[in-house]
C-alpha cells in the first residue's frame, strides 16, 4: 500500500496529465504538416489547400473601350461565353475598307481577263489574215516567173506579208501583256480578300470569350474603361479540375505513391470526403511554405504533392484549406 502524502499525489497525477497532454499536442503539430494520424496506424494525414487552374484573360492586339462585361465575380461560365466586348466601330470600318478593296481588284481582273479574251482573238485574226498573205505571195511569185505580174505588184505582195508578219508578233507581245495582267490581277484579288479576312478576324478580337467552364475569379475591368493589349480583364478557374498542394516529411514520402487513392475533407463540409489520386510527388525538398504560420515549421524542409479532385458540384474552392487522408496499406508498402 502506498504511504504517500495526499498533496504529493495531487502533484505526480497532474504531472501525468500534463505530460499526456504535452505529447498529444507535438502528434497534431506534426500532423500539420504531414504525419501519421493519431490513433491511426495505417493511414497518413496531410494538410494543404486546394488549388485550380486559373487563366487571366485579356484582349490581345486591339484596343477600344470596354462596352459589355456581362458577367460579375462568381458567375459560372460556359466554354465560349461572351465575358467582354470593344467597341468595334473603328474595325468595322477597316472591314468596310478591305471589302472595298477587294471589290475594286475584283473588278480590275475582271477587265484584265477580257482584255486577255480579246488578244486572243485578235490574234485569230491575225493568223487568218497571215495565211491570206501567203497565199496572195506565192500566187504573186507563180505569176511573176511567168510574166502576168510586174515586179511591183509582187514587191506589193511581199510587203503585205511582212506586215502581216509584224502584226501577228506584236499581237502575241500584247497578249503576253494582258496575260501577266491576268495574273497580277489575280494575285491582287488573293491579297484583297486576305485582308478582308484578317480584318474580321481582328474585329472578333474585340469579343473575349471562356476558353473552358469556370467560374470568374476575378473582374479586373469595368464599363467604359479603354482595354490595351495585355491588360487583364478578367481570371477565370477551372473547378471542374481542382488539385490540393500538399506537403509531407521527408520520413513519409516514402509511404506516399504516385495514383495512390486519397480522401479529402474541408471544414466548410464537415463529414463530406472528396475522392482523389496523387498525380504528383516533388523529386526535390523545399522549405515549407510561408502560410504555415510558426517559424519552426517552416524551416523545415519537405516535399511538395500534388492530389487530383474530382469536383463535379464545384464545391472546393481555391485557396480553402483541406486535409487529405492517405490509407498506408493502399500504397503498396513493402
Keep these: 500500500m502506498s504511504t504517500a502524502p495526499p498533496g504529493r499525489k495531487w502533484r505526480l497525477i497532474v504531472l501525468a496529465v500534463l505530460l499526456t497532454a504535452a505529447a498529444s499536442g507535438l502528434a497534431w503539430h506534426y500532423a500539420g504538416i504531414g504525419g501519421r494520424t493519431a490513433g491511426a496506424a495505417d493511414a497518413l494525414t496531410l494538410s494543404g489547400n486546394i488549388e485550380a487552374h486559373e487563366s487571366v484573360l485579356g484582349f490581345k492586339t486591339v484596343q477600344s473601350r470596354i462596352v459589355a462585361l456581362p458577367f460579375n465575380e462568381g458567375q459560372w461560365v460556359a466554354k465560349g461565353a461572351t465575358l467582354a466586348v470593344l467597341d468595334d466601330a473603328d474595325y468595322q470600318q477597316q472591314i468596310a475598307i478591305a471589302d472595298a478593296n477587294r471589290a475594286l481588284q475584283q473588278q480590275q481582273a475582271d477587265t484584265a481577263r477580257q482584255n486577255l479574251a480579246a488578244a486572243d482573238k485578235i490574234i485569230v485574226l491575225d493568223e487568218t489574215e497571215l495565211a491570206q498573205r501567203r497565199l496572195d505571195q506565192r500566187r504573186a511569185q507563180d505569176l511573176a516567173r511567168q510574166g502576168f505580174v510586174s515586179p511591183s505588184a509582187l514587191d506589193q505582195s511581199n510587203t503585205a506579208l511582212q506586215v502581216a508578219q509584224a502584226a501577228l508578233a506584236r499581237d502575241h507581245a500584247l497578249r503576253a501583256v494582258a496575260a501577266h495582267n491576268v495574273k497580277t490581277a489575280q494575285a491582287g484579288v ?141 500504397a503498396g508498402r513493402p
Design 190 to 330: 488573293r491579297s484583297g480578300e486576305e485582308v478582308a479576312q484578317l480584318a474580321r478576324i481582328v474585329r472578333g478580337y474585340t469579343v473575349l470569350q471562356a476558353p473552358f467552364d469556370g467560374v470568374i475569379t476575378v473582374r479586373q475591368a469595368e464599363l467604359g474603361e479603354v482595354a490595351v493589349p495585355g491588360t487583364p480583364v478578367v481570371t477565370i478557374a477551372d473547378l471542374q479540375h481542382v488539385w490540393l498542394r500538399a506537403y509531407a516529411n521527408e520520413t513519409d514520402l516514402g509511404k506516399v505513391k504516385l495514383g495512390q487513392a486519397v480522401s479529402v475533407t474541408t471544414d466548410s463540409r464537415p463529414g463530406k470526403h472528396y475522392q482523389g489520386r496523387v498525380s504528383f510527388i516533388a523529386a526535390k525538398a523545399e522549405f515549407t511554405p510561408k502560410s504555415v504560420e510558426t517559424h519552426a515549421e517552416r524551416v523545415t524542409l519537405v516535399y511538395r504533392l500534388k492530389i487530383d479532385l474530382d469536383n463535379p458540384a464545384h464545391e472546393l474552392l481555391p485557396g480553402m484549406p483541406a486535409d487529405a487522408r492517405i490509407e498506408l496499406a493502399a
